[in-house]
């Protein structure tokens, strides 16, 4: 299981922490992905954690200013949101796979959606301007 917490209302240019609890699974075999969804549109990729001490990868739109980071120890991820802007706001989703193409660590690019096995509710994020 996997449960998004955290998210909230902010100014622009504020931050927030969200916290991704996880249960029932090795935690530290597993590859853990934030992803957020804003009103009619599509579901997003928007940082990645890879299991076994693997890099942590960022979408364009979130690098330098939201920084992933997992506690093995607590078995949760943070997303740590700063400097975030009304383009930021959405709901926001943890999601978790054991196996992840290697392409994606050795590229470090993100994994899909549809490469995601498990899904947490989300937790929604506004930001006013």
């Known amino acids: 299981q996997l449960q998004a917490s955290g998210g909230g209302l902010v100014q622009a240019g504020g931050s927030l922490t969200l916290s991704c609890a996880t249960s029932?699974?090795?935690?530290?075999?597993?590859?853990i992905g934030w992803f957020r969804q804003a009103p009619g549109k599509e579901r997003e990729a928007v940082a990645s954690t890879f299991s076994g001490g693997g890099p942590t990868v960022y979408s364009d739109s979130v690098k330098g200013r939201f920084t992933i980071s997992r506690d093995n120890a607590k078995t949760s991820v943070i997303l740590q949101m700063n400097s975030l802007k009304p383009e930021d706001t959405a709901t926001y989703y943890c999601?978790?796979?054991?196996?992840?193409?290697?392409?994606?660590?050795?590229?470090?690019?993100?994994?899909?959606?549809?490469?995601?096995?498990?899904w947490g509710l989300g937790t929604l994020v506004t930001v006013s301007s």
């Open positions: 029932g699974f090795t935690f530290s075999s597993y590859t």
């Open positions: 999601a978790a796979v054991v196996h992840v193409a290697v392409s994606h660590i050795q590229g470090r690019t993100l994994p899909r959606v549809d490469e995601y096995d498990y």
